[in-house]
């Protein structure tokens, strides 16, 4: 079975700082991938962010990237220089499985933006 | 873009009633999800599909019926809705072989259950 743990509910960031989402993760697989979403209020699930159990290289797309931790079991993302519009809910999801890759989501963090 | 759609956007139903929620996609995927959205749960899969008329149960099936007659349509169904089954739903589809890029989400449901 797998498990994604977010044990950060809420953060605060003042605009233009980096901020940091943990996220931690257990699964029996060998090959897997770790994604975020980004969830604003008006519901949507935004694709952000992706990285394989396989990539040596840590994910980056823009002003997110992946700080990828294998033995650590962790996929914390960090979003640098913060924006008011980046105040969403965020999920730490993992995909597994040849064919449909179904996706676990961990409980989300609420994160905050301030002027 | 691919466009996934659900039809309502806020949906009230009454205790017991046979409550239907349709999720339509554009773009000739073959696997389509339902998702339940709780505050403090983050998304639990409630049913997947394969492809037309395939059906896998996920995490939290009971309560909860598919159906999937036309690649493009995925409907879940809720026999006798019930107070608990109060909350955001989520439809996502996603093309095989495109790994893990290929989701798309639709923009969920609200359902409230009186």
């Known amino acids: 079975a797998q498990k994604i743990t977010q044990t950060q509910p809420g953060m605060f960031v003042q605009e233009k700082e980096a901020v940091t989402l943990d996220c931690t993760y257990d699964?029996?697989?060998?090959?897997?991938?770790l994604f975020w979403y980004k969830q604003p209020s008006s519901g949507e699930m935004i694709f952000l962010i992706y990285?394989?159990?396989?990539?040596?290289q840590n994910a980056t797309e823009g002003r997110y990237s992946l700080n990828f931790q294998k033995a650590r079991k962790s996929a914390n993302l960090v979003i640098s220089a913060s924006q008011l519009g980046d105040s969403a809910m965020y999920f730490c999801?993992?995909?597994?499985?040849?064919?449909?890759?179904?996706?676990?989501f961990g409980k989300g963090t609420k994160l905050s933006v301030i002027p | 873009d691919v466009k996934v759609t659900q039809s309502s956007r806020y949906l009230v139903k009454r205790t017991g009633e046979k409550v239907f929620l349709e999720c339509v996609q554009d773009m000739d995927h073959e696997n389509m999800f339902w998702y339940r959205q709780d505050p403090g749960l983050g998304l639990r899969l409630i049913y997947f599909s394969y492809d037309v008329k395939m059906k896998e149960k996920g995490d939290i099936p009971e309560g909860y019926s598919v159906s999937r007659e036309k690649k493009e349509r995925f409907s879940l169904i809720l026999e006798s809705a019930s107070t608990n089954q109060t909350s955001m739903y989520l439809c996502?589809?996603?093309?095989?072989?495109?790994?893990?890029?290929?989701?798309?989400f639709g923009s969920g449901t609200r359902l409230t259950v009186v």
């Open positions: 699964t029996s697989d060998p090959s897997y991938g």
């Open positions: 996502a589809s996603r093309e095989i072989g495109t790994g893990p890029y290929g989701y798309t």
């Open positions: 999801a993992m995909g597994s499985g040849a064919g449909s890759y179904q996706l676990t």
């Open positions: 990285q394989g159990s396989y990539d040596q």
